[in-house]
């Protein structure tokens, strides 16, 4: 599993061999992006199972039925822990590419590239405008209104993070 000084040694070579757009495109809007999306999506499951805890007749057991003969036996309290944990490690990778993306890129390099990214994701990162928005059009791409907002709050988190 690669880790952050995998993707900066990569952001490097990107760089020289295409620039620095891709480079940053490749490790913020992307790889790091990747991240605070995780942590968003861990922060949202661990909120909704604390909530569910709270509740008088709670019960962290689940069975989900799979099929006329099959089911699936489900706890919360399970989720709630690897979640914890998860979260735990997104936190510190957070944290280490926070560092190695500040010693990689100048605050004026990553100020201009996160005042003109259109778009967040692996698919995106490669794409031009034109292209970007004929997969919209065209559906290939699945995003959604609620996608959009998220985007919005974790490119703000970007900025707070990477320009401070």
């Not at 962290?60 to 099929?67: M, Q």
């Not at 936190?91 to 590419?97: D, I, R, S, Y």
């Amino acid at each position: 599993m690669p880790n952050v000084y995998d993707y900066c040694e990569a952001a490097d070579r990107i760089k020289e061999d295409y620039g620095l757009e891709k480079a940053l495109k490749y490790l913020i809007g992307e790889k790091f992006y990747e991240v605070l999306r995780q942590r968003t999506f861990l922060l949202s499951q661990i909120s909704s199972i604390k909530a569910e805890r709270e509740k008088p007749d709670y019960n962290p057991a689940r069975k989900i039925k799979l099929s006329e003969t099959k089911t699936f036996e489900h706890n919360l309290d399970n989720d709630y822990d690897k979640y914890q944990n998860e979260l735990l490690r997104l936190g510190e990778e957070k944290v280490l590419f926070i560092q190695e993306i500040r010693k990689m890129f100048s605050k004026v390099e990553l100020a201009e590239f996160l005042s003109n990214i259109m778009a967040f994701g692996s698919a995106v990162q490669h794409l031009s405008p034109v292209d970007y928005q004929m997969w919209l059009d065209k559906g290939v791409l699945d995003k959604t209104i609620v996608d959009d907002a998220e985007d919005i709050f974790i490119h703000k988190e970007m900025k707070d993070l990477l320009l401070q």
